[in-house]
């Protein structure tokens, strides 16, 4: 029987989060009244000029490099035609031949082996409208709010051998272009969005089956499962003799399959010619290396350096690399308090424990590093238990007050005043004579009633560790 | 989607115009053209790359290619805010309008 290779290829489009659109001076904003951010230039009508967006080529250019590209000198925009009602132009301005940026590539973990991903290229082009299917009135709504919103296309090679791959490719791409700042790469409002172009091929041949082009894919995991869909479609139509059509397939996450889009199939033929709209841009080598020098540290560089600097496990390391804010208050705490490791465990532990719960961001969570040092300390020189600790952390959080405010307040600091202490011990030891010499017959865990027996006096308040010293200590030199 | 595209270009061509091209280039641009208009198109359009094409006998391996009549680059503008138009000047130009927005017939199952 025949064995197949999965070959994946994925097209990332990311919405740069400018200020204004690509090619008009119209607000970028997510969420706003239909139509509300459009103006004659957005909805192409007659006798108007786009004007490129200087900060949307600094965005590209930061993506270029920040995946491996080199950036081209000479760009330009030509325009893509097609008819379809999300575009009031009838042509999309983006790039054909000169795109921004080209031949990069992205580090993928494969069975714990590095395994490069090439990218093609990354090009800059605008957003369609947006369609509302209004079933109730059998029409369609358009919103051309979205229109003119900057794109950029990350295109991979089919360098992908399975919807695993994939999903790590998109995983990391994801990373990596939030640490750049420029989108917000959030998949549910569709500022990061996928198609996959997915073919088999027999094992050890070189040409490419026909591949199907997937899309509505709405979070990684559905990209996973379509891809998984996808090839045990194409296996089973060729195992029956039957043979692959190149089509563009839209994913129904609700069904859980692949359905054919029939509507938009007409021939992929966009007549690309050069936007004479816009006249070419140059770019040159100095801007381009000032960029790459403004780019922010990676994430892959980052978990180095937290290995070797901070002595992490590349385990602890790379969850506290998954969110920027986290590191970095990771490197804020690790200014005032040597034990990296305690706070890489404060932080991917009770403290992603409580953005979990509460579905919210380091920031917005009211914890400053000082104060999780503080609450670090206190633990250590015995003044709340670990325990407590935590329960305090959830109470910070919410209330962001100071965590020795809140110790005192609560009253929840232990008993470690040793004459306090002693004057108990000796109290529990006039009281259980029978107990005492049981321990000082060998019976030594008896030892432990006599502890939570002063536990309970303190209401829980004493370090139990200085209970049993004292206990230790007047027993023996009684 | 970029390896589907096909760009123009003044390379030899193998084919003549014929109808059928004319008519599927009509209908990518949703173009309504009868038989008759179709033959002469074709004819029309032959003669004009025919005459295009005399361009590939000149050599030209020492000028540089031009991608804009305007001998012009880097024009940009800078991201700061316009007033966009309102709502209701916006929907002035629909021939339908519903909740804000252009009605168009259904365009998906
Ligand atoms: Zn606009």
Known sequence: MTTFETVIGLEVHLQLKTKTKIFCGCLNEFGSAPNTNVCPVCLGLPGTLPVLNRRVLEYGMKVGLALNCSINSFVKFDRKNYFYPDLPKGYQISQFDFPIAKLGFLDILVDGKEKRIGITRAHLEEDAGKLIHDTVNACTLVDYNRTGTPLIEIVSEPDLRSSQEAYDYLTGLKLILSYLNVSDCDMEKGSLRCDANVSIRPLGQIKLGTKAELKNLNSFSAVKRAIDFEVARQTTVILSGGSIVQETLLWDEAKGRTVSMRSKEQAHDYRYFPEPDLVPFIIKSDVIENMRQSLPELPQAKLSRFVSAYKLSTYDAGILIQDQSLADFFETCAKSYPDTKKIANWINGPILKEMNERKLGLTQLHLSPLNLVKLITRVEDGTISNIAAKDLLSDIVLTAKDADVLIAEKGIAQVSDDAALEKIVDELLAQNQKTVQEILSGKTTALGFLVGQAMKKTQGKANPKKLNDIFTRRLHHA | ?109
């Open chain 2, 1 to 109: 989607m970029t390896s589907d595209a096909n760009i123009i270009s003044f390379k030899k061509r193998d084919e003549m115009i014929t109808r059928e091209t004319v008519n599927y280039i009509s209908g990518l641009a949703k173009l309504h053209i009868n038989e008759v208009q179709a033959q002469k198109f074709a004819g029309d359009l032959e003669a004009i790359l025919h005459y295009v094409e005399k361009l590939n006998s000149l050599d030209v391996s020492q000028v540089k290619p031009t991608s804009h009549v305007l001998d012009m680059e880097n024009v940009f503008r800078d991201d700061t805010v316009k007033p966009s138009l309102s709502q209701e000047q916006a929907l002035a130009f629909s021939v339908e309008k519903l909740n804000g927005a252009y009605k168009v017939p259904k365009v998906i199952e």
